[in-house]
C-alpha cells in the first residue's frame, strides 16, 4: 500500500511516501481502506516531536482521524460490519498505523458507522476536534454529560477562537444541543465562518469589547467557556463564567501559563478544566463518541464553507505540505485524500 511514513521526528520533511505492507487486523480490530484523513495539531506536534509517543515502532505513519470502507475483519470482529462507511479516530494513539495511507487498522470501536448520506470529508474531519468540543461541553458542574437536542437550553456557551477547528466543532454541537453560542474572532472573515457554523452571537475581539459585548447576552455570565488561549484570555475569562460555570481549555496559544484571580472564581464556585481528549477518562470517550455519531445521523454536523469549515485537500503524496498547513495556522479544516 501507498502510505506516508517517518523513521525520525522533526520537520514536515521527514515525512516520506514509501510503500508499506497491508497491515491485517488482529483480535478485535477491523481494516479499513481509507478515503480521507484529517490533520490536527497533535499530529503534527506528535511528528516533530513536541509530544510524548511520536513513534510505535521503527516507523510511524501520521495522523488520528480519516474516514473509509472496513475492508477485513479481526477475531471477534462481527463479519457484517464489512462493507461498511466509517470514521476513524485516534488511529495513530500510541498505535503504528495512522490514517495517512490507503489502509489503516484500529480497534472495532474506533471505527465508528458513518452511514450512506455523510460525505467521507466529514467523516474525516470528525474524530479529535469534535470529541474534544465534546469534553469541553461537558465536564462543568452544573452541565449534562450527554449532548444532543435540548441538552443545553437555556445555557450559555462562549467559544474563544470561533473559526477554528475545535471552535468550529464546538459551535456545531452546542447549536445542536440547543444552547445560545457566542464566538469571538481575531477579523470579518472569521465573524462569517463563525456565524455560518451557527453561532448566535460574534464578537470581533480585536475592534470590540468581549466581556461588554458578552455580557449584553449573558448579564450573569456564561455557563461555559471553550478555551484555545487560556494565558490571553484568562482575565476575560475570569469576568464572563457565570455562578457555577465552567472554563474548558484544550489547547495552550499564546503562552503556557496562566494567572487566574482567586476571589473571582471563589464567588462564582467556578471550575477550570484541562482537556486532552488521547487521556480523557474511557467513558467520557464513549460518550463523546455516541454523540458526535448522533449529530452526523441528525445531519447537525456539516463541514465546508457554507458549515464555517472551509477544506483544503491534498493528495497523499503532498501530506507534508499539509502538515505544514496545519502548523501554520489554515483556517479550515486541512485533510490528505489518500486516493488521490
Not at 508499506?20 to 497533535?42: K, M, W, Y
Not at 467523516?123 to 443545553?152: K, M, N
Not at 454541537?173 to 463563525?194: E, G, H, I, N, Y
Not at 469589547?209 to 475569562?237: F, H, I, M, Q
Request: charged content about 20%; proline content about 6%.
Amino acid at each position: 500500500m501507498r502510505a506516508i511514513s517517518y523513521r525520525r521526528t522533526g520537520g514536515p520533511d521527514v515525512l516520506e511516501l514509501v510503500d508499506l505492507p497491508v497491515p491485517d487486523p488482529g483480535p478485535g480490530e477491523v481494516r479499513v481502506r481509507l478515503a480521507f484523513s484529517g490533520v490536527n495539531p497533535t499530529d503534527w506536534k506528535s511528528r516533530s516531536g513536541a509530544t510524548a509517543g511520536a513513534l510505535a515502532g521503527d516507523h510511524q505513519t501520521p495522523n488520528q482521524d480519516g474516514a473509509g470502507t472496513v475492508e477485513a475483519v479481526g477475531q471477534g470482529v462481527d463479519p457484517a460490519v464489512t462493507g461498511q462507511r466509517v470514521w476513524v479516530w485516534e488511529a495513530a494513539w500510541q498505535r503504528r498505523w495512522g490514517t495517512a495511507a490507503e489502509y489503516t487498522v484500529v480497534p472495532v470501536r474506533q471505527a465508528v458507522l458513518l452511514g450512506e448520506a455523510p460525505s467521507f470529508e466529514l467523516g474525516a474531519s470528525l474524530g479529535i476536534p469534535f470529541l474534544t468540543a465534546h469534553r469541553c461541553l461537558t465536564l462543568g458542574e452544573a452541565l449534562p454529560d450527554r449532548l444532543g437536542p435540548g441538552a443545553l437550553t437555556g445555557r450559555t456557551v462562549l467559544v474563544q477562537g470561533g473559526a477554528g477547528a475545535v471552535g468550529n466543532a464546538a459551535i456545531q454541537l452546542a447549536r445542536w444541543a440547543d444552547a445560545t453560542v457566542v464566538a469571538t474572532v481575531s477579523s470579518p472573515r472569521k465573524a462569517q465562518l463563525a456565524a455560518a457554523a451557527g453561532a448566535s452571537h460574534v464578537v470581533d475581539y480585536r475592534q470590540q469589547d468581549v466581556v461588554a459585548e458578552v455580557r449584553k447576552v449573558a448579564p450573569k455570565g456564561v455557563d461555559v467557556v471553550v478555551e484555545v488561549a487560556p494565558a490571553v484570555n484568562a482575565a476575560v475569562d475570569a469576568q464572563l463564567v457565570g455562578p457555577h460555570g465552567a472554563v474548558a481549555v484544550y489547547a495552550n496559544n499564546g503562552g503556557d501559563e496562566v494567572t487566574l484571580p482567586v476571589r473571582t472564581h471563589m464567588s462564582a464556585n467556578a471550575q477550570w478544566h484541562f482537556v486532552l481528549v488521547y487521556t480523557e477518562p474511557e467513558r467520557a470517550k464513549v460518550l463523546a463518541v455516541e454523540d458526535v455519531d448522533s449529530a452526523v445521523l441528525d445531519g447537525a454536523v456539516r463541514v465546508g464553507e457554507d458549515a464555517g469549515l472551509p477544506l483544503h485537500v491534498y493528495p497523499l503524496a503532498r501530506t507534508a505540505e499539509a502538515h505544514r498547513a496545519v502548523e501554520e495556522g489554515a483556517v479550515g479544516k486541512v485533510l490528505v485524500d489518500v486516493t488521490a
